[in-house]
């Protein structure tokens, strides 16, 4: 059975369609990149599938059962909040409400100290699992907040922008990290990201959102200059470096010139889109 | 008299009980006024109170019904339409500046001698009586248990309320509970420090905690006891040199705060150094 299934799924905020007719699954032990410009609705697709938002239309099943709120299946990391920065929380009793802190009353939770551990080691984060959350680097947060997302061992596993704010060292260590939780647990990751390069690697599945369409597939069916101009509608191209790497020109038209439907381009970074995505090519 | 016989003469050993009543609920609502970063609210409840009890002195009610009302009321209204973080000040300060006009009516409409008034501004812990009392030690224990029984998923919404929505936690439900309670503390302290002061005793001591602990517990525990120290030696102090007993506690409190910044912003830059 799929991890998770949308059939003809649509979002609607307020007046507007988000997007609509999204159908694709996921498989266990799978990562899926979502891409897409600013705006287009990447973490409302996050959102819709921890529950936090109704569809208006079609079908989204985790595990077979409608999304709802609460589900312990389901690991979701927000993009990174302001509140991350000046938490005095340290990281470890953070971990902790990941495990118990929908638990009323004050009942010890059984496990808890080891289950903590363990994910914060899986992590990497021991080391500064101890220090307020204030005082720790943006990759160390990131950390953090993985294990906070995993130390109820999730089946399906929701990254929101991880790799923004990140240096490229501090982004190839989340994104091994990433491939981690896929082996060793069998998790199937969502990851939402700007660009495309950095997990490319890893990345089993392709889910592309603009101008209310979702198209998904392999990398290969969906980055191609076919598919993305006809999502982008206007012409994409890809060159393939000498290196064997390919480059997607025409995005930038989308940044420059938003489309009329009004995409919001507030409250996100509008220069990452800028970055070029960059491709591995098969030698 | 010596200060012996002061200090166990019934009005001081009253105002013990209240103080220490009011310290303990304080204490453990204000680190969640801090932790949430809503200290402006807390600041607005007590003055929307004022009007409360403004208002029930006019028609000859008793204060505390008017304070009760007003400032429940005020906490539901806050919790429920400012659960969101961007339009929570917004929300709390025309609550506020529309509460202080009705306070303003209701004091000039009133005729007779505002020395109740007075007392609600700046509080009267050394005229609280024995009914006073049980009414404060009660409003306080509720307030405790129910911090204790909603403890971890106030604490999961307080510090990342996107997380906590996503695993099933209502941040609407936790805001409004939380106002609520932070409503009924207020309401409490007020007859300790008064309208004016009650911030004091709810923020300074909590403040002062988690700038020293980052563990929950621990600062909760610690935000008491700063707050019962602030209280105890504030009436002590009173008793022995003179001065509103509200004073005290204000300035100890603020005291508390100042050593505790003072003493991190220390770790914190060796800390630093260490780093480096």
Known sequence: MSILKLEHAGVIRGDRSIWTDASFSIEPGTVTAVLGPNGSGKSTLLQAISGLLPLSSGELLVFGEKSHRGNTAVGHVAQTRVADATSTLTGRDYVGLGMDGVKFGWGRTKGKKEAVNQALKQVGALAFADRPMHSLSGGQRQRIALAHATVFKPKLLLLDEPLAALDIAAQAEIVDLINLLRVEQDMAIVVVAHDLNPLSPIVDQVVWIARRQVKSGTIDEVVNEKVLSDLYGHPIEILVTPSGRRVIVGLEEEFAHPHPHGHDHSGEDGHQHFAELYEEGRQ | MSLWQLLTSSFVIHAFFAITAVALAAGVVGYFVVLRRQAFAAHAIGHIGFAGAAGAILIGWSPLIGLLVFCVTAGILVGVAGASLDDRDTVVGVTLTGALGLGVLFLSLYSGYANATYSILFGQVLGVSVSDIRTVSLVSALVVAS??????????????????????????????????????????????????????????????????????????????????????????????????????????????????????????????????
Not at chain 2, 202 to 229: D, N, Q, W
Not at chain 2, 239 to 251: D, E, K, R
């Open chain 2, 147 to 276: 911090i204790v029984v909603i403890f971890r998923p106030l604490l999961f919404s307080s510090v990342d309320s996107q997380s906590a929505a996503s695993r099933g936690i209502s941040n609407q439900l936790m805001s409004v509970l939380f106002m609520t309670l932070l409503a009924l503390t207020t309401v409490v302290a007020v007859q300790v420090v008064g309208i004016l002061l009650v911030f004091s005793l709810l923020v300074a001591p909590a403040a002062a905690a988690e700038a020293l602990t980052s563990h929950p517990i621990r600062a909760v525990f610690l935000s008491v006891g700063l707050a019962l120290f602030a209280g105890w030696l504030g009436l002590f102090l009173a008793v022995w040199l003179g001065g509103p007993v509200s004073f005290w506690i204000t300035a100890l409190a603020s005291l508390t705060y100042v050593v505790a910044r003072a003493s991190d912003s220390l770790k914190t830059q060796r800390l630093r150094k260490a780093r480096v």
